[in-house]
């Protein structure tokens, strides 16, 4: 048998040496020391475990987990108040204060907020849970989880092989699973977008508005929405009259969710490709719009790939092929937040540098301001930066 560390998980229960499969959504390798923990075990035990990097298999009452979980979040957010908040408040008051440290104190608070984030990510996925090769688990009062587990990690291969997998995952999972059920309302649309687990989620939308009133160009047969995550774009733009649309995305996982949207709205035939950018064979584009990661930096885990751009390549590489695919006098609609230029991990003007060098010039820009929850959230670092956000449709053409 052929086991990799990455897949597979050993442990040691009742004397016997067991292994299963290892699942993990933020490609975690899989846990070295695993202790069996049950209805028993402490709050306090389970959290100084897991601090100190060690697994925990539950063995007991399904929603006890859950408690012994919440419990466990509730004391990481009491160390993060006490410790790593006190600092980055102290941080932002120097950046609010001071003249000199600003351009350093700005994306220093964004890193830690992103490495106490991570940390604490690193602490919850110590609680573990094993499942059946049909996703079912043997804690009493589990629920059925097995089509919410099928649907994110799709099926076990190996018959009879259990796996084994954090017990935040498993939530995630049974949120995708409720989200993909009700689904998002997009207001402005009059309509409802499913996402599907692993698939960016349009929960924040503020730029539909613009899209619905930007002004078509002259002509508008061939459309691409180039990452079109759960299909929103290239939903807005076939409500609008185009035509024909070309939809990529990188992520199979968003062909698959995009595929259903169209489908739930009758329009099964805007056409989908998995691709790096840009789609292959599709005839000159009159509009390309796109709505990419809008913030650059190194996403550490799959499912941060739509929320972060590292050194900004696919917006570079975007604007950079928007040229060759475009038609005599072709829009691109850029939707891009400005969070990255308050955060000061990116400038206005390397961003109109990057429009000039790929040979197009900006028509005209729509603005909104998001009112989501972070952004009037005081308490939080990054408050001057999230709350004087503003996200724009960018319509540039060709020189
Ligand atoms: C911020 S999400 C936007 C999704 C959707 N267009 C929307 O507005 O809700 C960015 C999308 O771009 C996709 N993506 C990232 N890099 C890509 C690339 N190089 N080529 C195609 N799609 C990409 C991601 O998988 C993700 O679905």
């Not at 990452?227 to 995305?249: E, N, P, Y």
């Amino acid at each position: 048998m052929l086991l990799t560390e990455k897949k597979y998980v050993e442990w040691h229960e009742n004397d016997t040496s067991h292994l299963a499969r290892w699942l993990s959504a933020s490609d975690h390798p899989a846990p070295r020391r695993i202790v069996i923990v049950d209805d028993k075990t402490t709050a306090d035990e389970a959290y100084r475990l897991a601090c100190a990097g060690t697994s925990m298999l539950y063995r007991g009452d399904f929603h006890n987990a859950r408690q012994l979980l919440q419990a466990i979040t509730r004391r990481i957010e009491r160390t993060e108040n006490n410790s790593a908040k006190r600092k980055s408040r102290k941080a932002a008051n120097k950046a609010k204060n001071s003249t000199e440290s600003d351009s350093k104190t700005l994306p220093n608070l964004f890193h830690q907020q992103r490495q106490m984030t991570a940390q604490r990510s690193r602490i919850l996925s110590r609680l573990l849970l094993e499942l059946d090769a049909n996703y079912v688990s043997s804690l009493r009062r589990a629920p059925d989880m097995s089509n919410a587990c099928l649907a994110a990690f799709g099926p076990l291969d190996k018959e009879n092989q259990s796996c084994v997998l954090s017990f935040r995952d498993l939530q995630g999972a049974l949120g995708a699973a409720g989200w993909r059920e009700k689904g998002v309302v997009i207001k402005a649309l009059g309509l409802s977008i499913y996402p599907h687990y692993g698939v960016f989620a349009p929960t924040r939308h503020e730029y539909v508005p613009l899209l619905l009133d930007a002004p078509l160009p002259k002509a508008f047969d061939v459309a691409y929405d180039i990452g079109t995550g759960t299909g929103l774009l290239a939903i807005i733009l076939a409500k609008r009259g185009i035509k024909q649309i070309i939809a990529t995305d990188v992520n199979p996982r968003a062909l698959t969710c995009a595929q259903d949207n169209f489908e739930r709205q009758g329009l099964a035939h805007i056409q989908l490709q998995q691709a790096d950018l840009f789609p292959t064979d599709a005839p000159l584009a009159n509009l390309i719009v796109c709505n990419p990661p809008w913030l650059p930096a190194k996403p550490t885990s799959p499912l941060e790939y739509s929320v972060y751009d590292a050194n900004s390549a696919m917006l570079k590489g975007f604007l950079q092929g928007t040229k060759s695919h475009l038609a005599q006098q072709g829009e691109i609609w850029l939707i891009l937040s400005d969070l990255a230029e308050h955060l000061q991990l990116r400038s206005r003007d390397e961003l109109l540098g990057w429009i000039a060098d790929a040979g197009l010039t900006v028509k005209y820009r729509l603005d909104t301001q998001p009112k989501h929850g972070r952004s009037q959230d005081k308490s939080d670092p990054l408050y001057t930066a999230r709350s004087s956000e503003i996200t724009s449709l960018w319509c540039l053409q060709s020189v």
